[in-house]
Every structure is written in C-alpha cells, then in structure tokens.
C-alpha cells in the first residue's frame, strides 16, 4: 500500500507490505493524502483521497486547564484532610 | 471471526479454558469454607492484609480495558494516549488517603450506599443508587461481552459459548467463595498478568528496538509523537476524572476499603496504583511497535494481541489468552461481589427486611450474585456490540459524585442540598455535553459543574455535620 501527499504520487512511499485485507492507519498530520495499492504484477487500483483535519488545539487547551483546575482542587481537598473537627 | 483468522487453536484454547475455570472454582470453594455469616461473605471479615490487598487492588483496576483498550489508545492518540490511559491509577493513589478515612469514620460499614444514605439522607442514596447501579450493571455486561468477543478473535470459540463459560466460573465461584476468594484470585491473577506483560515487552525489545520504533513513527505517524496533538489532550483530564469518579464511588473499592485490616487500607490502594501504572504504558508501547514490525493492524482494538502473536508466535497466543482470561475474571468477579453486596445492604436489607438476620444475609447475597449473572448472560446474549458504548454515558453521572463524596468525607459544612444538586446538575450539564459536543468532554463538564454547586453549597451552609452518626452499629 503505498501513500503520498501529491496526487500524481512523485513523493510516494510504501506504507505496508504484505496479504493483510485491512489496514488501520491513524496519526498523519494535517493535510491531504493519496493512497494506492500495487499488486506483486504491477497492477495498481484506483488512488482514495483522504483530507486530515484535527480537532481545535485552543479548545483542547481551554478543557485541559479547566481539567487541570478541578483535578488540583480535588487533590488539594484530600490532601488537607478534616480541618474542623 | 473464523477459526481460521484466529491466532491460538481452538482445542488449545478450550484446554486452557478448562484448567483455568476448574482452578478458580476449586479456590472459590475452597476459600468459601470459612464464610458463616454475611460480614465473613461480603468483607472476608475485615482483616485482608498488605500483600493481598495491593495485589485485589492492582488486578481489580487491571480488566480487559487495560490490556486491549491501552494498547488502542495508543495507536490513536499516540504517547499522550498512553499517558492518558495510565493516569486511571490517580484513582487509586488518590483513593488511598480516603480509605483510610473511610475505615476511621464507619469501622462497621459495608457499602458506599450506607455512607451516601447516613452522610446525605434518603434522596441522594436514591440518586446514588441509580447512578452506581447504571454504572455496575453496564460495566459487568461490557466485561463479560468483551469476554465474549475477545476470546473469540483470539481462538475462533463461538462468541456465546466464551462469554458463557467467563461468566459462569465467575458467579460460581464468587458466590461460593464472597469476597475472600475474589481477592484471592485477585492475587494469582495479578501476578500472572505483571510477569506475562513484562515478558510481553521484552519480547517485543527483543524484535525491534526503540529508535526504529520512533523512526517509523516520526515518518509514517508524526501525530502520535506531537505533544500538541489536540484529540490526545483533550483525552487526558476526562479519562482522569473518569477514573477518579469510578473509584471514589464504586462499592468494588468501598467494600475493599472495609476488608482491609486496620492501617492496611492507605497503603495497599497507593501500591495497588504503583503496581497498575506501568501496565497500560507497557501495553501501550506493545501497539506503537505495529508499524515497525510490519504487522497489518485490521482493527485498533486488536492491535495488541496481533502484534504479541506476530512477535512471540504460539507462545506469545497463549500467554495473551490468559492475560486477557485472568483480566477479565479479575474484574468481573469484583462487580458481581461488589454489586450484590451493595444489592443486599442497600435495598434488601434497608428497604425490604431490616431485621434479617447475618446467616440470611449471606444467603441473599449469594442469590443476587447468581441473578446478576443471569442478568448479563441475557443482556450479552444477542452480542449488541453498541451496548459496550452505553458505559461511555456512564461518565457524567460517575463524574457528578466525586465532589459530593469528597467534601462528604471531609467537611463538616458539606450538605444534602449540595450532594443532590452536585449530582443531578453535574450529570445532566455532562451528558448534554456529551451529544452536543463529545465524550471527551463529557466527564469533566459533569465534575466542573458539580464541584461549583457543592462547594457554593458549603459556603453559605449553616449546619455542621456530626460525624459520629456514620457510626452505625448494625
């Protein structure tokens, strides 16, 4: 299976190897991609296009500080323990 | 799956299954002997002590997610992934301090419902309830559905036959053996499951070597290495509070907290989370290795077993069916005991027969384990696979009851206003997140809004609470 970031596939490198019917690909950067298969023969199918979008990095930091806030507090209540007693 | 995709043979998997089964039943009774009234059943008369205490603790937080779930975490989300997956054993290390806690206020509790209906009254143990029960019953029902399909991809046994037999040896012998041979088995298991990973992870060292592994990500999966990669963020705080409100709420871990001997408690939770840490970051790196050895990867969630069988061959196929087989039997022995506990002292004996007396108790207890294995042997029957998904809504509402649990066990000024409404805003606020935007905000919503509403609560209450009345004797 091969992958590129040009439709014409001039920067394409091979992702896998091998008989396997599925593949599970995750972790490519933002962009578009290209993919192809290339039988032992020279047989090549038809390319699929795949556009990767992430999620809002603002967002993510925005929830990871509210998470980091309530998560503090949480450890700082059982830490101080039973003041009033 | 056909038997012809599956990694282990099926006559060696049914052999294994086999052994495995009569062993844990044989304990069961065996431990179950000396159980003669309800407290014996239910809390193995409060006197576990360090070793096996760390090891219930460690191989209750250790279920079939940790061993399947990380590993596919990982291959999503990349190092954060693992990193995020791993801070479950917060729930652990922070819960210690509160066990001990627990055990000084109520030296005669049996469940978290007792200190929910003692601590807040008669509407916010209602709450709870439904919450808890949610909670348990879609845990136990994902468990053993996994089981199911699990032991199924790994050795081609047909689905229902796999999950039938799991859960059957579980109810047998937690029924039999209560929570003495829950913990246990606890301990066996736990030692299999560390020396079968750790052998796992060198193994795979073994193969391919850590710079190979980095090169083939940087050039085939940058994200998984990016520290701002922003899905993998996000998960990290949610699955922390996730792990923080299944914990601190769940019976599993309150009735351990009351088994645990005096002085045991603090110590075997904070070792119970050093002994997980490094489990699911194990696992974790098992899955980055895919692309560097090659091996195609169909599906994220069998990425671990796949590359264990591709790296070990037969050897590695055995040793992940029983990690997985003792996973699961780990947890789902746990939540049968737990939740039957909770169903016994909660609705039967303080609905139903208060003046039930201990020998009947434990009687009950071991008919609501046997029912709440019929339960979720109908339930996985027809292998609904989306059911599994049902315990992601189960964030929220777990989410909502830290704070409530918290402040409960700490302050004084912590009032049943503030337990209700944390509980009822923080989940609803949370699962409205969860449809309008996602999971991975879902749990952290549900915990922000509710630890406004209690400590606003606290703030202006006037009444203090006495402790002594989570004292109750019988």
């Known amino acids: 299976m091969l992958i590129a970031t040009r439709s014409d596939f001039s920067d394409a490198r091979t992702v896998y190897r091998g008989s396997a019917a599925g593949y599970f690909l995750s972790g490519l950067a933002n962009g578009e991609y290209y993919f192809r298969l290339e039988g032992k023969s020279g047989a090549v199918s038809a390319p699929v296009r795949l556009e990767v979008m992430h999620q809002s ?29 | 799956m056909s038997s012809a995709d599956a990694i282990l043979p099926a006559n060696t998997a049914w052999l294994l299954l086999a052994l495995f089964s009569v062993l844990w039943i044989a304990l069961g009774v065996y431990w ?4 003669k009234s309800f407290e014996d059943h239910a809390l193995a008369g409060r006197n576990i002590g360090l070793a096996l205490g760390t090891a219930t603790a460690a191989a209750t937080w250790i279920t079939s997610n940790t061993t399947m779930l990380a590993p596919q975490f990982a291959l999503q989300l990349g190092i954060w992934g693992m990193i995020a997956y791993s801070t479950a054993s917060f729930g652990l290390l922070l819960f210690a301090p509160m066990a001990n806690r627990i055990r000084a206020l109520m030296p005669k509790g049996y469940t978290s419902g007792d200190f929910f209906r003692l601590r807040y009254g008669k509407l916010a143990w209602a709450i709870f309830l439904v919450f808890t029960l949610f909670y348990s019953l879609t845990w136990l029902v994902s468990m053993a559905m996994a089981g199911g399909i699990v032991l199924n991809a790994l050795s ?14 579980c109810v047998i012998y937690t029924m039999r053996g209560g929570l003495a041979a829950v913990i246990g088995t606890d301990f066996i298991q736990s030692l299999i499951i560390i020396v079968g990973i750790v052998v796992v992870g060198f193994a795979v ?13 940087a050039a085939e999966r940058p994200a998984l290495l990016d520290v701002l990669f922003p899905a993998a963020i996000m998960a990290i705080f949610n699955n922390l509070l996730f792990g923080l409100g299944e914990v601190f709420h769940n019976n599993v871990w309150w009735s351990r907290a009351f088994a645990f001997r005096e002085g045991v408690a603090g110590k075997a939770f904070a070792l119970g989370g050093l002994v997980w840490l490094p489990i699911p970051i ?3 790196f098992i899955a980055l290795a895919s692309g560097a050895l090659n091996v195609p990867v169909p599906a994220p969630d069998m990425v671990g077993p796949l590359v264990i069988a591709d790296v070990l061959g037969m050897a590695g196929a055995v040793a992940i069916f029983v990690i997985v087989f003792c996973s699961l039997a780990s947890s789902i022995d746990s939540l049968l005991a737990a939740t039957s506990d909770l169903v016994t002292e909660d609705i039967y004996r303080r609905m139903i027969n ?26 996985c029957l027809p292998r609904i696979g989306s059911l599994a ?15 409530p649990i918290v402040t409960g066990l700490y302050w004084r000024s912590a009032t049943s206003v503030g337990a209700v409404g944390g509980m009822l805003l923080g989940a609803g606020v949370g699962l409205v997140c969860y449809f309008a935007i996602g999971w991975y905000v879902a749990t952290l919503i549900a915990t922000a809004v509710s ?3 209690v400590l606003g609560c606290a703030l202006i209450a006037k009444p203090r609470f006495d402790w002594a009345k989570l004292k109750e004797t019988a």
Do not use: C
């Open chain 1, 57 to 85: 990095l603002q967002r993510a930091i925005w929830l990871s500080a509210i998470g980091m806030l309530v998560t503090l507090a949480i450890v700082l209540t059982i830490l101080r323990g039973a003041r009033d007693e």
């Open chain 2, 32 to 35: 179950g002997r000396r159980n």
């Open chain 2, 156 to 169: 081609g046994i047909p689905y229902v036959w796999g999950m039938s037999v799991i859960l059957a040896v």
């Open chain 2, 205 to 217: 060292l073994s193969h391919v070597s850590v710079e190979e592994i980095h090169a083939n990500l």
């Open chain 2, 282 to 284: 194990a696992a974790g």
């Open chain 2, 354 to 379: 208060p003046a039930a007396p201990q020998q009947n108790l434990k009687k009950i207890a071991q008919y609501v384990t046997v029912a709440l294995g019929v339960f979720t042997w109908a339930v």
């Open chain 2, 389 to 403: 998904t049902v315990l992601f809504f189960a964030g929220p509402l777990v989410g909502a009851m830290i704070w």
């Open chain 2, 451 to 453: 630890m406004i509403w």
